[in-house]
């Protein structure tokens, strides 16, 4: 088993709707969650990075982690055809041990 | 901040060459990191840098493999005796120290070894 679960989709939806993407995980050590964004063909971008449970909001982006039932969310709202792309959640435990635990990635598409 | 920047974008080797990949990270970043990403999964840890000091090393990262950072700035990736199960993106990020997990990703390295 991956210490990390991302669905990898594809998953389609309608511009303008709110997507929802999410991970699950199993190292409770796990503080830090970070939420990055893949074009194709190129390296991955930071959108989000919170530190433990709670939410943090950014324009259009919210991250939700509830480290209780080990899962994170990322929803996009009025999600844009810019949007799509390919979204990796990450993980990491504690300062000090920086290497990021990834996901598998979801594969999302907007429709115009 | 010009961004992370890697040299070659692509590579295409034969079996046993060997291939030596370079890295420039953000200028005020004495972190970097190696990664790399198979289709159709999520970039997976090799390395770490501070400054010029490598402090970890993945187990993925087999004795054909060796990185190097000896003045702090970029850093180089080296794979020996190439194999066709080390075609791979191979992705380069920097940080801050004081702020690790805001990890900024370079455009990779495509390499297909045939």
């Known amino acids: 088993q991956k210490e990390v679960e991302q669905d990898p989709g594809p998953l389609s939806v309608p511009e303008g709707a709110i997507v929802s993407l999410n991970c699950t995980y199993s190292?409770?050590?796990?503080?830090?969650f970070m939420w990055y964004r893949q074009y194709s063909r190129k390296g991955p971008e930071l959108l989000m990075y919170?530190?433990?449970?709670g939410n943090k909001e950014d324009g259009r982006f919210t991250a939700q982690v509830d480290k209780s039932s080990k899962y994170i969310s990322l929803f996009i709202r009025d999600s844009q055809p810019s949007d799509s792309a390919t979204y990796l959640c990450?993980?990491?435990?504690?300062?000090?041990?920086?290497?990021?635990?990834f996901g598998t990635g979801t594969r999302l598409t907007i429709i115009p | 901040d010009t961004g992370v920047s890697q040299d070659p974008r692509h590579k295409i080797t034969k079996r046993g060459q060997n291939v030596t990949f370079r890295c420039d990270p953000i200028?005020?970043?004495?972190?970097l990191y190696w990664y790399r990403q198979t289709l159709g999964q999520g970039p997976e840890f090799l390395t770490y840098f501070q400054n010029e000091a490598q402090l970890e090393k993945s187990r993925l990262l087999s004795d054909r493999f060796s990185a190097e950072r000896p003045k702090g700035s970029f850093s180089t990736l080296e794979i020996q005796r190439t194999e066709q199960g080390d075609s791979a993106m191979y992705l380069c990020?920097?940080?801050?120290?004081?702020?690790?997990?805001?990890?900024?990703f370079g455009p990779g390295t495509r390499l297909t070894v045939t």
């Open positions: 190292n409770s050590a796990f503080q830090y």
């Open positions: 990450a993980m990491a435990t504690n300062f000090g041990n920086e290497k990021l635990t």
């Open positions: 200028s005020e970043h004495n972190r």
């Open positions: 990020a920097s940080s801050r120290a004081l702020i690790p997990y805001e990890q900024y």
């Open positions: 919170t530190y433990s449970s």
